[in-house]
Every structure is written in structure tokens, then in C-alpha cells.
């Protein structure tokens, strides 16, 4: 069982890189832009969790398998960037699954260092969204889950499921296989259907700015 | 007292939060962003001081009531933004009260935690000015601190107090309210008669560009 | 041999932080911005491997001297910004010489603190380039090392030197000057020859946008 976790998390820091390394060749960053911008989008989101609640050094630094699919990742991209482009459609599906095996590992490693249910959920999702975010920070992008669809409530709700079945100690397998389920499958019919949260009604007004550093 | 400083924490979270949400409904950011950068405003700066300090997990993930304030700012503000503009005048008075309130509770804390004088002030403002920053670098904005009027130095000025007062055995509560009340009263200065450091002389001159990277 | 360790990497500290300095008078920051950037560009690195490896709090945090050399670099850049910049090409020499110095300092650190060889030749490098990063951020500029010439991977090699004279139990003070060397030495050919790593072959393609975000 743990072996199976480790191998689930290594396949979703390989697709997370994968989108590091597209969006740096698209940038046209160098080989080494490249692999960092691999590295930070595979292994961001669980770096930040494992630096918030304690878990130092975190495992993506301690272990070199993480580095290791990082950096084959950008490798694969840099020297095939075409063949990648050409699978898009897999490469969402899996990085829909990458999502949903993040929030839900991520929102249990909360858990099991003692936070309380709410921020362990939210942590759950910052493991999936924030090697994007990082991502977007380096090209100097506006993180685009800030304002794309369904992706974080799609890692959230699958973090919730977690977090509830221990709340009411329901078998953890089952809610870990619901709750990515479910990600996954809110994650699917947003790419399908293009959901989106809505955008609070704005007009600008050159007049009235923040002065608040 | 522990409770009022906690009252006064959750209010000074919840008036940087609303910057955040007004920065993100600016921006046109999802209902989504706007949840994150209200976290994000109202509470990067203490995180960052307690991972820099080694107080794991930080109290804004600990505890959830910081999450609370802060979602229900960047709610009122997605709902309300007009609302909220309106308010600008009492807003940036209250933000000058938050700033005053985290600078002088930013440099108790990194006292506390053993961190020598200078650092401790320094944390102190870091506590202050750190969600503002990551606010707009998540917009893809320069920091506003960076070149605005007296924002950090006014919070500087009031951390610096309180680690004098400390040096000094003066007696804590008086020198937090001495504190406080300077950092309040600079900023509040700064922003009626736009005080504020000045630039250095540069003539942009495109044959000398730096090319460390 | 501490005490020299010591002045060496004040020292680094000290040229890095003109580089941010320099940085943040192009960009017309105010007094305050200049003395951030200095502080960021000459400790960034050396906080995230603290951070990272759970040395809380990071040496630049704990000791005074670090912020103390950061400051004075800003100030004087601040007011002769101009002969600064004259002095581009010494300047060019010592980043160099703090590059490696940097290296090998973080990658000792690293593995005294038990990280795994890979790792440790890697925070070596970050301990270099990360200082670089946050100041480009800051300002809102891809880093330039993502896009440069041979920065990274100067330090990376210098770091790699270090790592496996561990390895092999070589005697660490000649390792060290080795690695320095070569990392140094590195850097001063890029320089001069303006070597760089291969970009990847892309032909913009507006109809293959990535969507995740």
C-alpha cells in the first residue's frame, strides 16, 4: 500500500512537470530554466504543505526520486516539445488525476501532523495548486488558477471528502478513493464543459485607487 | 489581555484582507482568487515570521479563526465591492491600525522567540508589510512598499520601540501602546500630507546593463 | 578557519546584495526598496536552504552582521550609484567569486544537516542563484539565471565538486577550494565568451494554449 502511494505520487510530479517544462519552453527559457520550472511545478505545492506544517526536510527535497521524474520530465519535453504538445488531451486527463492524488495525499499528511480539519483541506488543495502557482510566479504570469476554471474547488472538494471521512472515521481507503473520485471527476467536466466560478461585477474607476502599499 | 491581542490580531487580519480582495476583484480574478488573496494579504506576513522564527505550524494555519476573517473579507468584498470602495477613507485608517497592530505583536513574538534586537524588529515589520507584498506579487505588480510613501518605515518605527522597550526591562504593555501609537501616527501623517523616502538619482543609460543573473 | 569562513561569506553577502541594490535604483524604488532588495538578493539563498533543510532560524535571520553588510551595500549604492556602476566589471568579478563561494558554503550545510548527495549539490546551487531569483521576482522580471548564461550551472558543478569529495572522504578544505575553483573559474569563461545552454526549438502556435492552471 505505501509503495503503491509513493509510486501515484511520483506519476503526479512527473505530469506536474510535464506543464513546468511546457510552459518554459514556451517562454523559451533555457535547458536549466526549463528543469527548475519542472521541479517547482512537480514539487511546489508539496514542499510549501510539508514547510508549513513542520515536516522538514520536506520529502521532495529528501528524497531523490522526486527530483529524479522532475528532471526526466523537462529532459523528455525539452528535447520532444512537439510529441508533448501533440498529447494535450492526455496530458490534462493526467494531470486531472496528478490533482486529485495531491489534494487527497496531501490533505492526509495534514492530518496526521495534527492540524485541524479545515486548514488540513486547504492544505490538501495548496498541494495541488501550488507548484502552478509557483510556475506562473517565475514567468511573471498572474497564477492562472486564480482566475481559470474549476482546478482549485476541484482539489478542495476532493481534500474535504478526506478530511470528513476522518472526522466520522470512515475506512481511510474508501474516502481517499471517493474523495480523488471526486476531484477527478469535477476536474473532467470543467475541461468538458468549461465551468468557472463567477467574477465580481467591476467598474473601473481610474479615480478611486488603493494607496495601501 | 491574551484575548484582546487576539480580538486585535483578527481585526487587523481581516482590514489587510480586504485589501487583498480589493486588489483581486481589481484584477478580475475569480471568486476563488479573491479567497486566496485575501489569505494571502491578511496573512503571509505572520507566516512567513513564524517559518523564519521556527514556530511550526504558524498560528494563521493553526488556528482557524484566521482563515475565518479572512474568507469572510474577501466574501463581503466579492458581494460588496462597491460597497467597500466607497469606504476607502475608514479602510486606510484601519489598515494603518493593522499595520501598527502586527509590526508591535510581530516584534513581541520574534522576541520571544530568543531572535536578537535588530532581527526582531525587523520581523516585526516583515509581520506588517509581508501580505502586502505577496498580495502584489501574485499580481505580477512590483510591491507598492517598495516605492510608496512612509508604509514600512512607519512599521519599522513601531517594532523598533517595542524591542527598545525591551532592551530597556520597560514594562511591555506600555512600550506596545507606545509603539502602536507611533507607527499609527506616521502613517497617518504619511498618507494626508504624502510623505515619503526618497529615490535615488538614476539617468537610464542602456549601454551598462547588468548581466548577473 | 571559521572565523575565514565567516568573512568569505560576508563578503558574498555583501557583492550580492549590490547586485539587488543596483536592481532597485534602475527601477526607481525608494530608499527602503533599495535596502530590500539588497537584503533579498544577498540572503534569499541562504534563507531557503535554512528553511529547507530546518535550520530555523536561518543564519542571515540569527546573525546580525549578515543584515548589517546588506544594509551598507544598499546605502552606498544608493548614494554613488554611479561609480558603482562603473565598477561593472570588478563588480561582474566578485558576484562571480561570492557565486562560488555560495556553492560550496550550501552545499556543505547541507550535507552536515544529512540531506541525501543529489540534494545536497542542489542546495548548493540554490544557496548560489536563489538570492537572484527573489530579486528578479521582486521587480516583476523572469530571473535571468532561468534564462542565462552558464550561472546555475557554474555553481551546480562547484556544488557537485564538493559533494563528492564528501563522498569519496577526500580532505574537505582542498575539495572546497577546488569547487570554488571551478565554479569561479566557470563563471569568468561564460562571462568572457558568453557561453549559454541550448533553448529548445518552438514555433509559437496559438491554437495549442495549455489550460491548466
Known sequence: MHTLLLVLDLIGTFVFALSGALTAVRRQLDLFGVLVLSFAAGNAGGITRDLLI???????????????VSVLAGIITFYRYATIERLRNPVQLSDAAGLALFAVAGAQKALAFGLNPAMAALLGMLTGIGGGMLRDVLVTEIPTVLRADLYAVAALAGAAVVVLGSLLQLPPTATTLVGAGLCFGLRYMAIRHRWHLPVARYIADESQQDTRP
Open 54 to 68: 513542520g515536516a522538514t526536510p520536506p520529502a521532495a527535497i529528501a528524497d531523490w526520486r522526486y527530483l529524479g
